[in-house]
DNA sequence: AGCTTTTGTCGGCCTTTCCGACAACTCGA
DNA sequence: TCGAGTTGTCGGAAAGGCCGACAAAAGCT
C-alpha cells in the first residue's frame, strides 16, 4: 500500500512551508537522538547499557520526498551515513559544491490561501484570490463573456483535480467551481486548513494542502474527546523506529533512515553541520535578544518573531536549536 | 498513448460477449487474408504479383487482451507464426495440452444488463436485476433501514468506480444511485448499451461495456448522416496493417500480429485448424439445415438460430465459415 | 482618513438526483 | 390464464451548487 513514490520537491517544500529546509545531498548534518525522540507520540526509553551520544555527525545519502498516502501529510525519508569525527568542532563542510550536482530545482512559483468558512462548506466555490489567479492559473481569454477555463492540478499522489475557473460576479473575481467541492471532500478539508496551488516549470499546476490542525490518523477524533485527545499533536514516528535510528547513529558506520515530519511541533533533528558550529560558538546568555522567523498563515510573506531568552537550560547543551526555542515566550 | 497493458481476460471475454473464443497459446489456426480485409473500413486491394493463399496455417505464438482507450472497446492482438505444411489435412492438433499450462482462467461469474431509458438518460440511477446484486455484489446487510452499500469497480483501464448500491423503494428492489450518473457522463452510454458486472475471483468487481452501436471513433456521428454514416460498421483495422499481415502469412516463417475486433460484424479470420478441417468433409449443399448460436442481448442465455442453407457458394470454397453465414436468413 | 480594490457571506434559483408510487412486464403454475 | 415476483417510468421533493448583490476587509495615497 505504501509506495515508495518521491513526489515533485517543490510541491513538497510548498505543501511542508518555506520555512523547512532539507539538507543537501553529501551534506553534513548533526543527528539529535533526543529531538528525534520528541516526534514520537510516546515516550522513547533510550536503554542505558548502551551509551547514546546527544548528537552524531552524519552525511546525507539520499533524501525522499514523501506524501501520506491517506492524509496528504508531506514528510522525508532521510538517509544518514555516521561518520568517523564526532567532534563537533570538525567537519564544517556542508558538502555543497555550487555548481555541482546537487539536484538544484529552480524555486516554483506558489500560493497558498487559507480555507474560509465559504470556501470550505458552502455552495461548492472557492474564491480565488486575484494574484494566484493571475500568476499560478493559465491566463484566462478576458475577451469571453464571463471568461472560463479547466484548471487541472496535480496532487501529491499524482492525482488529477479538474476545476472550473470563472472570472464573474459584480465587482468580478476569480472563482473555481466545479470539480472544486469533489476535491474538498475528499481531502476533508475544513475552514482553516490551506491549499496550496504551484505552477511547475513546465507550466503544470499543482496543489497541495496544509492541515490547519493535524489529525492524528484517520479516526474521528473532532468533537469526540476520546483518548486521542491527550496527544501531543506530534507522534507521527514510532518509538521503535527511533531507537533503532540512535543505535544505529551511536554504533556503527552504517547508513540508517528517518522520517522527518516538517510540520509536526517538535524541534528539528537533522541540523546543518556548519549551523551548529556556528551556534555552539555563541556565549548564549539570559537577557539575550533573539530573533526567530516565522510563517504567516498564507505564507505570503515572513514575519519576524523577536524574543528574549529567559534562560539557558545548562543541562543539556548539545540540544541546540530546540532549548532556545522552548524558551521563548 | 497506447498502452500495451494487456486487462483481466474474464473482463475481456465479458465485453465481447460468451460467443468469442480466442484460440489458445500453441494452438493452431487457420489465417484467413480475405477474412481479415473484411474488418478493414476501405477495400484492401491485394497485389496480384504475389499469390496470397486463401488460407494460411499458423501457431498462435501470443494473445494480448486490449481495450480501446478512447471507447473501451475491446479488442485482441494475437502473434501468429505460419508454418510450414500449409495443406488442410495436416495440422489437426489444436495443441491444448489438456492439463498443460494454457493459462487456464476460471470462468468468472458475470451479468449484462442493457440499459433502459431510465438508466441511461433520467434522474442518474441505475435498475440493478436481482440475479445480479445477488450473485454479482457482495452481499447486502439487509438488517439495516434501508441496506445500503459502495460497490467498488475496475473498469478496463483499471480505473476504479465508486457506486452507491441501495435496496429500497415498494416493492424493493436493487439501484445504484450516487457515482453511477458520471460513469454514465464519462463512458457516453446510451440506452441501448450494455454494461457487465463481472466478479473477479479475488472477490474484486470489474465493470466493462458493451455499445449498442460500434461508434467510428470519437466523433459526433450521431445525429449528422456525414460521410461517417455509410460505414459498413467495422473498419477498425487500417488496410495497411492486412495487407503487411497478408503478405508475412503467405511468405515468411517469420511471426506477424494481427489485431482481432471480436465485436465488428465480420467473419472470423482465425479459426480452430481443426474445426476447419472437420468442416471442410462436410458436403454443404442446398437444403441442409443449419444450427447457429447466437447471444441474446442480455447474455443471460444463449439461443439458437436455425436456418436453412440457401446455396453454396462454390467460388471461394475456402472462405468457410463465411460462406454459410452469409447465406442465412 | 478617505478612497479604491479585493474578497467573504448571503439568499435566490436552477440543476441534479434521490425517492416511493404505480404500472407494465416476465415467468411459472 | 392467472398470480406472484420483478423492474421500467414518472412526478414530487430534497440536496447540491451556480449566481450576483452587498458589504466587510485590506491596501493605497
Known sequence: ????????????HACAGSMVQIPPINSKVYYFPQGHAEHSLNSV??????????????????????????????YAKIMLTPLQNNEPDVGDDDGVSNGGCNNIEKKAASFAKTLTQSDANNGGGFSVPRYCAETIFPTLDYSADPPVQTVVAVDVHGQL??????????????LLTTGWSAFVNRKKLVAGDSVVFLRAENGGILVGIRRAKL???DGDCYGSLGFCGNSKGNGKVKPEEVLEAAKAASGGRKPFEVAYYPR???????????AVNT???VPWCCGMRFKMAFETEDSS????????ISSVQVADPARWPDSPWRLLE
Chains 1, 2 share one sequence.
Open 1 to 12: 500500500m505504501e509506495l515508495e513514490k518521491s513526489l515533485d520537491p517543490n510541491l513538497w
Open 45 to 74: 526509553d533510550f536503554p542505558f547499557s548502551r551509551q547514546i551520544p546527544p548528537l552524531v555527525l552524519c552525511r546525507v545519502d539520499s533524501v525522499k520526498f514523501m506524501a501520506d498516502g491517506e492524509t496528504d501529510e508531506v
Open 161 to 174: 483535480w479538474k476545476f472550473r475557473h470563472i472570472y464573474r460576479g459584480t465587482p468580478r473575481r476569480h
Open 215 to 217: 489529525g492524528i490518523g
Open 264 to 274: 509536526t511541533s517538535g524541534p528539528e533533528f537533522c541540523v546543518k553541520a556548519s
Open 279 to 281: 551556534a555552539m560558538k
Open 301 to 308: 510573506r515572513i514575519s519576524w518573531f523577536v524574543g528574549t
